[in-house]
């Protein structure tokens, strides 16, 4: 038995099982809006990614947000995803560890 309950979760990119606080958690509002929720504060239905670029594309290739929100993510979102992602990472790059 371990001492600490960590809740963990699955990337959508790579299937990695981690810390949910490793991750990034994306919340999708249907039917067009997309948030990046690096608090866990958004309310709706998360999806998990890596902070890494590959996960991000593999997820996008692979249309596992489709799939993470059991319904149709149209391509806008996926730009909106892309752009603050990338923007994220950037910010990131420093204390990243
Ligand atoms: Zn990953």
Same mark, same amino acid.
């Given at each position: ?38 608090? @866990? ?6 999806? @998990? ?28 979102? @996926? ?19």
């Amino acid at each position: 038995m371990k001492g600490k309950h960590i809740p963990e979760r699955t990337c959508i990119g790579c299937g990695t099982k981690q810390s949910k606080y490793a991750m990034w958690r994306i919340v999708f509002h249907a039917p067009d809006r997309i948030v990046l929720d690096r608090k @866990y504060r958004e309310p709706g239905r998360g999806a @998990y990614l890596c902070p890494k670029r590959d996960c991000l594309e593999n997820a996008l290739k692979r249309r596992a947000l489709h799939r993470a929100y059991r319904t149709q993510v149209p391509a806008a979102c @996926y730009e909106q995803l892309k752009e603050a992602f990338y923007e994220a990472l950037k910010e990131n790059t420093v204390d990243a560890r």
